[in-house]
């Protein structure tokens, strides 16, 4: 009876989630409303759940809940046993009681959290798009466009080619990043803030148990900002819907989710060489920024992608306590496509000429297939062992540009056969990891082989981290990977003569990195890393020679590079906290260096050598502790350096070394407050704007961001 009721759970929802995915936008926000109003109506009490992170639901409510259910009956008297045997089975409850600790959320790769409802200046950092730190980031002007860096960690990075767009993908939901959630009662998370100019940010979460073994999420982000630039607007959805369950003996469990998300921009490809003085000038005239000339004025980006995932296991030797012993076999399977589409209706010249008779629409679709069969042994003594074999296939198609006369694809005859349009990667992975954790001690280990593949992808890394008294701790990682460039590199076509490559001699890029942190938790945390890369692949920006002197090219032309010497990343980061009476200061200070193995030329990495933000503020409670307040000032500022410049048609980023960028501050002014569940947000950003210089950028012809106001808040319910 119990496996047909969670077989008919399962088909339900699958069911439901294909229903909702196919249904136009504005139902599927109307049967939002009434899930959400439904979910609230069946509950057992008005009260607020959670006060001071503790759920209380007395006898006494359950009993006017009962009476008022049992208005709806037909039969009044036979239904009055049952229901005072309910009530007595009650009455030998006190209360039922549920804990912050018990709303546990779930991510792959990382180890599980609790929901935190807390308000911290680490959570003031993160509430924007991404809901990340932006201290390696610089974003563009609109919200959900793109983000120039002032900082990287290359390990960061999939061993399996893909199709580019980097710049694209800032808010994109990776596997990692879609969350599992197992919940004592119904939560809903509600997230709101304003954006650069008509229009909003939204991100709506609601999980619910149907029972301690089932678990189903629905989460939908919707973000439209006009800009404030001419052709700038941001539209971003994104639809995420995840399952967990566990049989009632805890042997077999499943995970599974879908994704489906499209970030879809305008680009305008930076003010023009004479806006640039009209800007850094603050003539009164232009500060309305519409009236600055850009140099695209149709020209749109769209990345789409679809994802479904499903993982189970079952434990063939299952652990009855936590001094025993455990081992399960499973199963992964992933599919996902993803689509990129550049497309200018007035065939813009910027990147060069064109082919005659076709109109620039770019397409670029990239697809993986992967199915992984993985066993793990746990042992309390002796750690956790996984080992897997992963399969995988990967297509990457160019979709052949329009012909202006016949609105048709360009015929496959007057295609060049020497530069395909379809490139494959079959991959077969040996994998394992090991885990070991004993009295403060935590050691981690992964290793990656490619067996048979043309393009190889391997990694293996080690970590360790010691735990001694008072929180103090060291950390150590080292790590080695081995993979082929992304297929955006060896091949890309485009309606521009000058965006055509086939680069099928690319080597393999290789990235040595090692790092280690010292953490106390008076005196902060200072971590540093080395990483040492051969053959890395970018593109480098190519300056024509009729546009030598002047301050911005005519044209954006890109070319593909590996870089013949090896590259050597240094980075050193320092970070604290220190609290004086209701008074704080966090400070976090960063040292960057690239350095060549015969310094003959400027690095193909760009990076500023000082990245500096501190944060004074003040928290207090308000009001008889109703309301707790944090309220504080934040200044952020990096020395100049050669930032990458933006490229709209490819969706990523150039190396550049003509023009700098950089030593402006930036101060924002913030208020804060938190009333039970509800953390309220109000930031006046860059305040200093029209104090220090309008010589601001986010990248060469792209301002960042003038003064603004915006406010939002996060809204947990927990009923």
Known sequence: ??????????????????????????????????????????????????????????????????????????????????????????????????????????????????????LTIQKEYK?????????????????????????????????????GARSKHYGYFEIEDVKYYRVPTPLTELFFRTTMEQGQMTDATISVNTSPQFNFAFAFRGMRSLGKYLNQRSANTAFRWSMTYQSLNERYKAKMHYVNQNHENQENGGITEEGIPLFETGDPDFLERPVLEVKLSTALNNLKGKRSFFEHNYALVHAKDSTGSSWTVGQQIMNESKFYRYEDPQNAAYFGQREAGVSVLDEVQWAILKNRFQTEYDNPLLGKLTAGLEISAIDYNILLPQDDSEEGSVPEEDVNEAFPLNLEANQTFLNADYAF???????????????FSERLSDEISLQAKITLANDVFFQAKASFI???????????????????WYNDDLANEK??????????????????????LDNYTYYNQVFPEQTEETLLPQTLLAEVVQAPETITYLKAR????????????????????????????????????????????????????????????????????????????????????????????RLDVFFNGKIQQTRIYFKYEHANASLTGYDYYSAVGYPYRDSIIRFGLIWNFFQ
């Open 1 to 118: 009876m119990t496996k047909n009721k969670f077989k008919h759970l399962f088909k339900f929802s699958y069911n439901f989630a294909q229903n909702i995915l196919s249904m136009p936008q504005r139902y599927f926000f109307l049967l939002f409303l009434f899930g959400l109003q439904s979910l609230f109506s069946q509950e057992l009490t008005e009260k607020n759940p959670l006060d001071e992170a503790t759920t209380i639901i007395e006898t006494s409510t359950l009993e006017k809940t009962i009476q008022t259910q049992d208005t709806l009956a037909v039969k009044k008297d036979s239904l009055a046993p049952k229901k005072g045997l309910i009530i007595e089975e009650l009455e030998e409850v006190v209360a039922d009681t549920a804990t912050i600790d018990m709303y546990e959320i779930y991510q792959q790769g990382k180890r599980m959290v609790y929901v935190d409802t807390t």
């Open 127 to 163: 509430f924007n798009f991404l809901r990340e730190d932006y201290f390696e980031l610089l974003p563009f002007v609109n919200l959900g466009s793109a983000f120039n860096r002032l900082g990287h960690d290359f390990t960061e990075t999939s061993l399996q080619p893909q199709m």
């Open 437 to 451: 954790l004993w009295r403060g001690f935590d050691f981690t280990a992964h290793f990656n082989k490619t067996l």
């Open 482 to 500: 081995n993979k082929s460039p992304s297929f955006n590199f060896i091949r890309y076509r485009s309606a521009y003569n000058n965006y055509n």
């Open 511 to 532: 990235i040595t990195s090692l790092s280690a942190t010292l953490s106390h938790p008076q005196w902060g945390a200072l971590s540093g890393f080395v990483q040492r």
């Open 574 to 665: 320092y970070s604290s906290h220190y609290s004086l009476w209701k008074f704080g200061l966090t400070t976090t200070a960063q040292y960057q260096k690239v350095m060549l193995a015969d310094n003959s030329s400027s690095p193909p990495i760009n990076v500023p050598e000082w990245n500096v933000r501190t944060t004074l503020s003040f928290s207090s409670h308000l009001f008889k502790k109703a309301l707790y307040m944090q309220t504080g000032i934040t200044g952020h500022y990096f020395t100049n350096y050669y930032a990458d410049q933006y490229n709209p048609l490819l969706g990523d980023f150039m190396r550049q070394d003509r023009q700098e960028i950089g030593n402006f501050p």
